[in-house]
């Protein structure tokens, strides 16, 4: 396909990512945002967000000439043959997704955008966004295209270098097969569909994985009072190709930039054709549920009261490999810690500065000082190669609360520690009589 002039609004994980890859499969992409600070760093090549092959790849863009950081969109869009819109769409009032900066840019740009020119939302918006934003541009000349986006934080360029599939949908089938030619380097199925069902899609694959991680939580809670052990459960399913092994790990639940919002939106959507949603209400009500039985899990451990008591955080991004913390279920957790009265002493390697009502150091061991428990909460490789025997030279209690099932319970056990994992048996410290 000839290169593409394609403007990119917005240049947060999803747009700065769309546009740095983009500009890699040869087109010639302008990044727009109203950050005129951020927009000077990116132009430097100085890159915020943490995510593998990001920040090499705007370097790469910018040095091709095929990538550029502009402020305001308006005059960047008057000569494009596609514009992507990869602004916010956070959860709004009742849960229905906030569509204001869509419709703002969308305002904005409608009367001088090139005839032609295709609109993608590349932002999850609701089944009907692409009728709407037709009507805001009111012009036919314009189509609107839906182009929903699937990358994970931490795997984010990768996912969109080799995609599972590509998803384009518009009421102009023309010009969504032609947004599908704009990844045609890719080796990867289009799906071509109606604008509808292309912006459905995403809904409905997010959710699912909110459905599956709810499940596998309420699994583990199952384990915890049977005796059983979620580890072998998962390994005994995962082998079954129908249900695969991927989001099958416990944890102290979901969150992050996409499932919290895209759950409760579609709930909302459900709600506005009079469907009730009652699987995924469930699952939702299970997220929540399985922050507070952590919540218990870790009062348990410090004997029974969290007033007073001192907790060491190990994690606080929504993942491992990003700083993102948006909805993250350890953020989440640490807050209910610290309402009701634990003291918390926190370190992740990719969140430094101050956060409210807990103490952020910058090494792994200072959360174990004088701590009576510490808690895993971000899975990320490093604690598991931590010296487990002066982490608990430094703790004042014996227990370690590993709410993702990540570290050795052999380890901690020999360390003269006590493990607790998420739907596995506890593992207690050898006591040594003299």
Not at 116 to 143: W, Y
Not at 247 to 265: E, I, N, R, Y
Request: glycine share 10%; aromatic share 6%.
């Amino acid at each position: 396909m000839t290169p593409a002039r394609i403007v990119v609004v917005g240049t947060g994980y999803v747009g700065l990512t769309t546009g740095a890859c983009l500009a890699s499969l040869g087109h010639f992409v302008t990044c727009v945002d109203v950050d005129r600070a951020k927009v000077s760093r990116l132009a430097a090549g100085r890159v915020d967000i943490l995510e593998p092959g990001l920040a090499d790849l705007v370097h790469r863009g910018i040095a091709a000439g095929r990538l550029q950081f502009v402020v305001g969109a308006r005059d960047a869009v008057r000569h494009a043959q596609a514009v992507f819109l990869c602004v916010p769409t956070p959860m709004g009032a009742g849960g229905s997704a906030d569509l204001r900066a869509v419709e703002a840019v969308t305002a904005e740009i409608g009367d001088v955008l090139p005839a032609g020119c295709a609109l993608v939302t590349k932002s999850t918006v609701p089944v009907g966004t692409s009728q709407r934003i037709q009507a805001l541009v009111g012009r036919t000349d314009v189509p609107v295209v839906s182009n929903p986006e699937f990358l994970r934080e931490g795997t984010a360029v990768a996912d969109f270098l080799g995609p599972d599939r590509i998803v384009v949908g518009s009421d102009d089938l023309a010009a969504a097969r032609w947004v599908g030619e704009l990844y045609a380097e890719l080796d990867a199925p289009v799906v071509v569909a109606d604008a509808a069902s292309a912006e459905l899609v995403k809904y409905a694959a997010n959710c699912y994985l909110a459905l599956k991680l709810s499940y596998v939580n309420s699994i583990a809670e199952l384990c915890e009072r049977l005796g059983a052990d979620i580890s072998l459960v998962t390994e005994g399913m995962g082998y079954d190709r129908r249900i695969g092994r991927t989001f099958l790990k416990p944890g102290p639940g979901w969150g992050g930039s996409c499932l919290p919002k895209d759950t409760s939106a579609l709930v909302k959507v459900a709600e506005s054709v009079n469907y009730d949603f009652t699987m995924l209400t469930s699952a939702i009500d299970e997220n929540l549920a399985q922050r507070d039985r952590i919540v218990a899990k870790i009062a348990g451990a410090v004997g029974g009261t969290l007033a007073g008591a001192r907790i060491g955080v190990l994690g606080l991004a929504f993942k491992a490999g990003t700083n993102d913390l948006r909805d993250s279920p350890a953020l989440a957790v640490s807050s209910v810690l610290c309402a009701l009265g634990a003291e918390l002493i926190a370190y992740d390697p990719a969140v430094d500065g101050e956060i409210a009502g807990m103490t952020v150091v910058d090494d792994a061991y200072q959360v174990a000082k004088d701590a009576d428990a510490v808690v895993v909460l971000t899975e990320w490789a490093e604690f598991k190669h931590l010296d487990w025997a002066a982490m608990a030279e430094l703790m004042e209690g014996i227990d370690v609360v590993d709410t993702r099932n990540l570290l050795d319970p052999r380890v901690i056990v020999d360390a003269g520690l006590s493990w607790q994992g998420v739907g596995r048996p506890r593992a207690a410290a050898r006591i040594t009589v003299s």
